[in-house]
């Protein structure tokens, strides 16, 4: 399909509204409490530092786009973004290349494969099939602006920082665990130069791309995060515009078919809402002109998406009308 073909027609935008603050309080508690002892799953194990995590740990926070906080459970513990970071850094690097640019790069279409596979990039002539799986990622990080790989690395902190409303730093413990064990990115790297598709040194690229899986985050910020995205890229507690509205709108596109890699099918199926998770045990959802959801709890699924975290936004989608492919009969009111 081509994009251009659709550049000159006005856009409309159309969106609902949350239920009134003590409600989404509520019902923000009230998923807490259904899935707290919810057991299955097991803690990654694959990066050693997080299979020291606490598997009972068990955070929700929801962010309306009015700016309304709602934190329940073990939300202000911190652990490390991982994988949601793509998302963000892909907001970054679309906000300064534009769409058709980034698009041509990194792709858009969902892979069906695990989110480190070396042949689903064999598979494609060595191009990167969506900035969500690793090989897209790290293509992605190689587009922020930056001359020298310290300068893509402070870029790619303080943007996420804007996301957050307020100063990430690295957990370095996390950051040492990944770099010892991330052999199978560093050949993801110099799989992406063999085909051209990658400027620079991969190992230096691999290295920012590990830094940025490794920032501290909590999940109230990864629901101001989001919500950010939600509200037109304007962060709705700090009120500071990160990005545009086009960057947010591409953004949560491609998260929508690929943001639980080869499960987003069955996630937009089930929960109808745009989202990213990470092997730490994190997921955030946007629903757009609302707000954004986020989970936090370390037992994964077989493919490496948070147990609990799924549940309590299944569970939020449902009660708040976060999915946006819900809708209702329309009653003709009587003149």
């Known amino acids: 399909m081509d994009p251009t073909r659709f550049q000159n027609v006005p856009q409309e935008v159309s969106t609902g509204r949350l239920p009134g603050w003590h ?6 508690r009230q998923a807490h409490e259904r899935y707290a002892e919810e057991s299955s799953g097991a803690v990654a194990d694959y990066i050693p530092i997080l299979a020291q995590a606490d598997p009972e740990l068990f955070g929700i926070a929801v962010i309306e786009v009015a700016g309304g906080v709602h934190d329940a459970g073990d939300a202000l513990h911190p652990f490390s973004i991982q994988s949601i970071s793509k998302m963000f850094v892909y ?62 690395w402070e870029t790619i902190r303080q943007g996420l920082s804007a996301f957050a409303g307020r100063q990430l730093s690295m957990d370095g413990e996390v ?41 501290s985050v909590t999940t109230h910020d990864l629901a101001v995060m989001g919500a950010t995205l939600a509200d037109g890229g304007v962060n709705p507690v700090t009120g500071e515009r990160v990005v545009s509205a086009d960057v947010c709108r591409d953004t949560l596109a491609v998260l929508a078919s690929t943001g639980l890699y080869e499960r987003s ?67 003709q009111e009587l003149s």
Not at 194 to 213: A, K, S
């Open 91 to 152: 907001a970054l690097a679309i906000a300064e290349h534009g769409h058709a640019h980034v698009r041509d790069i990194v792709g858009v279409n969902n892979t069906g494969l695990a989110f480190n596979s070396l042949m689903a990039l064999e598979l494609n002539a060595g191009h990167p099939m969506n900035p969500m799986v690793n090989a897209g990622a790290i293509a992605t990080t190689a587009l922020v602006p930056g001359a020298t790989p310290a300068e893509k």
């Open 23 to 28: 409600r989404v309080e509520e019902l923000v």
């Open 265 to 331: 099918g069955e996630w937009l199926f089930e929960i109808g809402l745009p989202a990213k998770s990470g092997v730490a045990g994190g997921i955030v959802a946007v629903s757009p002109g609302k707000g954004a959801a986020a989970a936090f709890s370390p037992r994964l699924d077989s493919a490496g998406n948070s147990v609990r975290a799924q549940l309590a936004i299944g569970h939020l989608s449902r009660a708040l009308g976060l999915n946006l492919f819900a809708s209702a009969p329309h009653v």
């Open 175 to 215: 950051y040492r665990s990944e770099a010892e064990t991330n052999d199978r990115n560093r050949a993801i790297g110099r799989l992406l130069v063999g085909y051209g598709r990658l400027e620079g040194d991969p190992d230096e690229i691999v290295d920012v791309y590990t830094r940025q899986c490794a920032l």
